[in-house]
């Protein structure tokens, strides 16, 4: 029934609340609770539910920015001519932008192209949703252990004055000089660092 009329099941995401049991040595931190949640959005997600409560006091905080937020993030989820995308992303693999090298990654498959001979690095996943009237969403998690630096490219030609607003950041800084340049946006992502950003 859902084929026939061009709809889709709903997804809801179960992100780990718990720990310290069974094969959970420890709890998830809250940045890592927002990275799980982030990652059930770019692979459809429109509903979470944490599992369980009682949990943390930094899962509780992170689960409070998170709903503070979803009234500004629903809207690209779930708009009626919203289309998604996976925007190119290049990590700059040095510390300093001068001395820069890239590995792009087109997310079209598991791994990242290198530009340079540095080894390639995987675990960034991003999402984009254009919207016709808001501008774009877009959704970057860093799954890796460690920082890094990623430029990434939106999508969305119709952005016009490629004004960025923050609603949702774990250790995440927009560069925003990068931002005046126009097409691509120069980010500093943290370990397990995850951030929600709106383009328009």
Do not use: C
């Amino acid at each position: 029934m859902l084929r026939w009329t061009g709809q889709r099941k709903p997804i809801w995401g179960v992100p780990q609340a718990f720990g310290e049991q069974s094969f959970w040595s420890r709890q998830p931190t809250g940045r890592e609770f927002t990275a799980m949640t982030m990652i059930y959005f770019i692979h459809g997600a429109t509903g979470i539910s944490p599992w369980i409560a009682p949990t943390t006091a930094g899962i509780m905080d992170a689960a409070t920015r998170i709903a503070k937020a979803l009234p500004n993030i629903t809207p690209f989820l779930t708009h009626a001519a919203v289309t998604k995308h996976y925007p190119k992303l290049e990590l700059v693999l040095s510390s300093t932008r001068d001395e820069s090298t890239f590995a792009t990654h087109d997310q079209t498959g598991s791994t990242f192209s290198p530009v340079s001979e540095e080894r390639p690095i995987n675990g960034i996943v991003a999402a984009q949703w254009d919207t016709p009237d808001r501008g774009s969403l877009l959704i970057l998690v860093n799954l890796l252990d460690r920082p890094l630096r990623v430029s990434v490219s939106p999508t969305n030609d119709n952005l016009k004055t490629r004004r960025t607003e923050m609603l949702l950041s774990e250790g995440v800084e927009i560069q925003e000089k990068q931002v005046e340049m126009g097409n691509e946006l120069l980010v500093d992502v943290e370990a397990v660092g995850s951030a929600v950003i709106v383009l328009t």
